[in-house]
């Protein structure tokens, strides 16, 4: 059995165009984010003449500031307090376009599950790629077309050439299984818990089955990614 490399190449270009739409719709739900996290950070803001300064200011030094009312020592403090309150924002910022990222990728997860469960019972049909009858390459290309909008290869050896290769311990719902040593001659989505859903071969239908056991075991090749983690 020949084990997947530690790491794979890019994802290729016939995916460019349904990583954009997914980019897009996730840049929209960040911007709702960042905008929340703003609010909360200007209402929490340090005012600038807090009193839990390390250096308190004096009414003396208040009332013989500046034209603009403000005493150098003052300024330096507000000043201080502000880079404080920058870094901040910079770190809630950074917090929130992950959780964002995060949340995106997870509902287009469930929704290529979603869509490959509504296929189940159809039948196997060699060369089939939809919407009724496939073969197991093209069941997967299905999936991800009607889930995503997003075009990956229509053969299992096409999709093995563009995904990520990931340890069968990290394998997440949504990933890809292949198997056959030496190349990837079938192909399914994977459910979790050792589980995949494929179009298996002549004479079956779509269904739910193990990637390991006595004949899987012996042909599993392993785990692809096409969604980021």
């Not at 703003?38 to 390390?54: D, E, F, M, N, Y």
């Not at 189940?120 to 069941?139: E, K, N, T, V």
């Not at 949504?174 to 979790?192: C, K, M, P």
Request: positive net charge; hydrophobic residues 40%; glycine residues 10%.
């Amino acid at each position: 059995m020949t084990p997947f490399p530690d790491s794979a190449p890019s994802v290729r270009t016939s995916l460019r165009t349904g990583r954009e739409k997914w980019l897009s719709a996730s840049m929209a739900a960040l911007a709702t984010v960042v905008t929340a996290t703003l609010v909360w950070l200007l209402a929490t803001a340090v005012p600038s003449t807090a009193s839990g300064q390390a250096e308190p200011v004096t009414s003396a030094d208040r009332l013989a500031g500046s034209d603009v009312g403000l005493h150098p020592r003052v300024r330096e403090i507000d000043a201080k307090a502000m880079t404080q309150r920058s870094i901040e924002l910079v770190e809630a910022l950074n917090v929130a376009s992950v959780e964002a990222a995060r949340t995106e990728v997870a509902g287009m997860r469930e929704q290529i599950l979603t869509v490959a469960r509504k296929q189940l019972g159809d039948p196997y049909r060699a060369g089939g790629a939809g919407p009724h009858s496939f073969d197991c390459g093209g069941f997967t290309q299905f999936v991800f077309k009607r889930a995503l909008g997003m075009d990956i290869a229509r053969t299992s050896r096409g999709q093995y050439q563009q995904v990520q290769r990931v340890k069968t311990k990290d394998a997440l719902p949504g990933d890809l299984v292949f198997f056959f040593e030496g190349g990837a001659h079938h192909v399914g989505i994977y459910l979790g818990n050792g589980q995949m859903i494929d179009a298996p071969q002549p004479g079956k239908r779509i269904s739910v089955n193990p990637i390991s056991g006595s004949w899987w075991g012996r042909s599993f090749t392993g785990i692809g990614r096409i969604l980021p983690a």
